[in-house]
């Protein structure tokens, strides 16, 4: 019935029976309730902001001022693209910039009470010009998840999120209290996630499946003799800006092919190929695994779980490995970058020598 309204009205406005759009357009906004909350089924994966150890960071701790502010939050529905953060005797607001128009308003809280509420806290979109909604809500602290209900203009309901303003992201000068090392509280946070995957994955081999388990996927043969070699690989799908390093490293036990795969970023903590979940092999640096190759030259699906930004998330990607580019191991990046440096201790080596012979005759 509501919807009829609302085509009714812009029939209307659109025949010239009632001049005034604007007006027709409030009177169908004006026709929505605004009691109903979304129910878990229609709810897409929420994932959790910020990391463990962070610490609120109140008004009173940041310069007066207008910063611009990262905001991660908890759906990919509800993706803040900008955000603008203004610092005024203690007290904190910041103008938000949807990617969207999906929603009406917001409200700082839950949706249960957002549907519960008698509107007067409810936050408008401002359209800005150009054409985006912003929506100016209180900020209560940074680096500190905050309940956000988002009233979705098609379903008609409220949607729980959470969004967290990064205080890291300010300028130095900002933040009038000492920081946290937050790269080293992601790594402790990736170093309990994996020490978690790993129990769990050990719990699964001690508990057979009723039906026996199912059979992970065979590595493909290939028809050399066991032991590293370098492959050429291609990656297909993501954002694009993570890569692996190629060539990667191949590695032949009994004529089945393993890869040893280095991504540019430090972020991952598993894979998924196959079915079967890959821990990374190494603590620091860029994420390396072992995984099984499961074809040559066609694009083999992975998933790989990034912690980038401390919300994990998991991506899919199809990797190609290539067998015309197969060659020795020295040609991985890693061998290469392993010969760079004996050259130059090598090089400093011989340099100190010839140093030391020529004082030695100069003294002589």
């Not at 905001?71 to 203690?90: D, N, Q, W, Y």
């Not at 729980?160 to 300010?170: H, K, N, T």
Request: hydrophobic share 40%; proline share 4%; charged share 25%.
């Amino acid at each position: 019935m509501k919807k009829l309204l609302s085509c009714l009205l812009t029939f209307a406005v659109m025949t010239g029976i009632f001049p005034g759009c604007l007006l027709t357009c409030q009177a169908a906004e004006d026709e929505i309730s605004y009691d109903q909350v979304a129910s878990d089924e229609e709810k897409t994966s929420v994932q959790e902001v910020g990391v463990e150890g962070m610490l609120p960071i109140y008004g009173t701790e940041v310069a007066d001022g207008v910063y611009q502010v990262e905001v991660e939050s908890s759906s990919s529905m509800f993706h803040v693209t900008a955000a603008e953060l203004t610092v005024r005797e203690g007290r904190m607001e910041a103008v938000l910039t949807l990617s969207g128009e999906g929603y009406l308003k917001l409200f700082m809280g839950t949706a249960a009470e957002a549907a519960a509420g008698d509107g007067s806290s409810y936050i408008d979109y401002v359209t800005d010009a150009e054409g985006k909604y912003t929506y100016t809500v209180p900020v209560e602290a940074l680096d500190l998840p905050i309940a956000c209900a988002a009233f979705s203009r098609n379903k008609e309901k409220w949607y729980d999120r959470q969004i967290l303003f990064q205080a890291e992201s300010l300028p130095s000068e900002a933040v009038l209290t000492e920081l946290p090392d937050y790269e080293a509280l992601r790594r402790e946070a990736k170093r309990k996630r994996i020490e978690a995957i790993k129990a769990e994955n050990d719990k699964e081999q001690e508990t057979p499946e009723a039906d026996g388990g199912q059979d992970q996927a065979e590595p493909a043969f290939i028809e050399m003799e066991d032991g590293e070699y370098a492959i050429g690989v291609e990656v297909v799908g993501g954002t694009g800006r993570t890569t692996i390093s190629s060539p990667a490293g191949l590695i032949v036990t009994d004529g089945l092919a393993y890869a040893r795969i280095e991504w540019s970023s430090s972020n991952y903590d598993y894979m998924i190929v196959g079915g079967e979940k890959y821990l990374p092999i190494n603590e620091e640096g860029y994420s390396t695994f072992e995984i099984p190759i499961l074809i040559f030259n066609e694009e083999m699906p992975v998933i790989a779980d990034t912690t980038a930004m401390s919300t994990p998330h998991e991506i899919d990607y199809s990797l190609r490995f290539l067998t015309d580019t197969i060659t020795s191991k020295n040609q991985t990046p890693r061998e290469a970058a392993k010969r760079v440096v004996y050259m130059v201790i090598a090089i400093v080596a011989v340099c100190m020598a010839v140093s030391f012979v020529s004082k030695r005759r100069r003294y002589s």
